[in-house]
């Protein structure tokens, strides 16, 4: 099996992924890269730039087959714009996905990782759909196939999605592995649909009925790191060459398994944190509730009332809170 011409720092989304999410694609490097030998791509583009952490692995493959990279972000963060400042190798495209699907060149293939949510997905492939007409479709490549927005939307901005396409949402979800609904203090997402599954619901959903509409494709998913998916035209050139990359990883139940666990417990830290910093913020009030006790003249008298009235073992004292607040 080909292997990626490149390097991949497993410390390269540091800055953007501080929680250790593994939100990249770039996680998939070995694998996707491979995909991108396989089908010969020499122009390809990126859906969701965002930082640009998957951006620059494509750029140092693209530079070793001649590849042309195109990254399309409506709000690019400042790595991203700075890298497309330094390399001529990449054009950075601020606009929405299917703003600029609509005008730039149709390319070998398509990595879609922007908004996760089925009428984006489904408006992303139909567009490339009808630029390649009767000719080929790009290979496309999608990240979050897995759970969480396997079949689940989520939403960056709910206004440009709308009304009657839009699942029903609550801001600031929280997501756990399991549960259909939302859940306090679970991995946080900004606008996800408020339950999980149904018909038109989440990323894989719409590949799976993009696919059932046009005919002839095949799908393969890797589950790793939210899920890697690749669709391809059975006839394609390079199709028995894509097939041998990704056959070994497609749903495999050891990967499915490791991927299951990874997600749990990743919810179930940032479920356990999140209920520490409350326990810890309810203590820190309590502590300045007490330490006002300490300085009330009320309390003082208190004390002493209850000194006469137990006759010198008084039922509360300043000793007792000062051994509480560890002073």
């Known amino acids: 099996m080909a292997m990626p011409r490149t390097n991949v720092d497993p410390d390269f989304s540091e800055p953007t992924d501080p929680g250790r999410w593994g939100h990249s694609l770039a996680n998939l490097a070995e694998i996707m890269l491979p995909c991108l030998d396989a089908a010969g791509a020499r122009s390809v583009v990126e859906v969701g730039a965002y930082a640009g952490g998957l951006t620059t692995l494509l750029l140092e493959w693209g530079a070793t087959v001649g590849a042309r990279i195109w990254a399309i972000d409506p709000t690019p ?21 299917l703003e600029a699907l609509a005008t730039i060149p149709l390319p070998d293939a398509a990595i879609i990782d922007g908004d996760h949510n089925y009428y984006t997905v489904s ?10 007409a009767d000719g080929p479709l790009p290979l496309l490549l999608f990240h979050d196939v897995g759970w969480p927005h396997g079949r689940r939307d989520a939403y960056y901005a709910p206004d440009r999605i709308p009304p009657g396409d839009r699942q029903p949402i609550v801001e600031g979800g929280g997501l756990f592995p399991g549960v259909t609904g939302v859940r306090a203090g679970a991995l946080p997402y900004k606008w996800p649909a408020a339950r999980e599954g149904g018909p038109r619901n989440g990323v894989l959903t719409a590949v799976e009925d993009f696919m059932a509409a046009r005919g002839g494709l095949r799908l393969a998913v890797v589950p790793a790191f939210f899920g890697f998916g690749a669709v391809w035209e059975e006839d394609a050139l390079w199709a028995d060459e ?4 990704l056959e ?17 417990h990743l919810a179930f830290a940032h479920h356990q944190m999140t209920h520490l910093t409350l326990a810890w913020q309810r203590i820190e009030r309590q502590q300045a509730l007490l330490r006002k006790l300490l300085d009330s003249k009320t309390f003082a008298v208190a004390e002493r009332l209850s000194t006469l009235r137990q006759r010198g073992k008084p039922a509360y004292s300043k000793a007792e809170v000062r051994e509480l607040l560890g002073e």
Do not use: F, K, M
């Open 242 to 245: 894509l097939a041998a990359v």
């Open 248 to 264: 070994p990883y497609d749903r495999h139940p050891v990967l499915e398994r490791l991927e299951a666990n990874r997600v749990y």
């Open 123 to 132: 408006q992303e492939l139909r567009t490339l759909a009808e630029r390649a």
């Open 77 to 97: 963060q400042e790595r991203l714009v700075a890298l497309a400042e330094e390399r001529s190798g990449l054009e950075l495209v601020r606009a929405t996905s």
